[in-house]
């Protein structure tokens, strides 16, 4: 009976006219019916499923999207990265929920701490084709939290719109260089129902220290990642499991008076070197 119930709802779909949509809606059901008979859950449970859900939605607004935070906690969107995932160029990794307000236009060497108080630092390297051509006027979308751990997008009381943010352009020689302050591991939002599924997990909501790009130029294909930071804490623990060993990159400490004068920061710095690489092809 019940598997005959599952067939129900597989063949109200067969007048779906987008086949993709099709396939995906019967698998979906296919596997939600397995879920139910494999666990069994009673009614206060369906309610409760269904009350966390409703409250998902309910905290999503302009700047705060939960259900892209229950993707990431659940892991799915590190499987749905990795599956879409360009194996050759620089490893990609999630989005993540706070890519939602433009990144303002920035000169190369802007300091995009626009606020200050964290550790200097100047983050440079260059955006290459996959056999190593240089690849300038390439766009370079930067973002990240403050020294506290915040977007600009959780504070607006706090932090300038735009702080920790940048869209630069690579050079001539597809060199890009900017300065920041170093990022600290921060936790993800827990004020809201994914917070309460961490508590009731008993896992950790930190993110180990990272800076977000989105790498892109003409004829390419754009990769989406992080960089993250040496020896930061929670490396091998991620609340959203993003971590990829390719991309951990050493902040290393500099004590070079003149290259400290020509990036425009205090001498010694915390300097991150490393080059993006992207595929050309499907674009
Ligand atoms: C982030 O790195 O911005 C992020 C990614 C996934 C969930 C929460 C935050
Ligand atoms: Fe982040």
Known sequence: MTTDLTEAVVDSLKDTT????????????????????????????WERAIDFLTATGQTCTDTRQEFVLLSDVLGVS???????????????????????????VRELGADIDLVGGG????????????????????LLDVWQANA??????QQPEVQPAGNGRGL????????FWFRT??????????DGPVGDLLKATGRHPYRPAHIHFIASAAGHVPV???????????????????????????????????LAREFGVPNPFRHARFDLVLNPGRS
């Open 224 to 258: 989406t990642t992080h960089i993250f930071v040496a020896g930061s804490e929670h490396l091998d623990s991620d609340a959203v499991f993003a971590v990829k060993e390719s991309l951990v990159q050493d902040f290393a400490e500099t004590d070079d008076p003149s």
């Open 18 to 45: 987008d086949p993709r949509l099709r396939e995906l809606l019967a698998s979906l059901t296919r596997h939600l019916h397995a879920f139910v008979r494999e666990t069994e859950p009673t009614m206060a449970e």
């Open 181 to 190: 302050c170093v990022p600290s591991p921060y936790p993800i939002p827990t």
């Open 119 to 138: 550790e200097p630092c100047v983050v440079s390297g260059r955006v290459l084709s996959l056999d190593g051509t240089p690849l300038p006027g390439a």
């Open 168 to 175: 630069f352009t690579a050079d001539a020689e597809g060199r």
């Open 78 to 104: 590190m499987l749905v990265e990795t599956i879409n995932a360009d194996e050759h160029g620089t490893d990609s990794t999630v989005l993540g929920p706070f890519h939602m307000t433009e990144s303002p």
């Open 148 to 153: 506290e751990g915040f977007y600009d997008v």
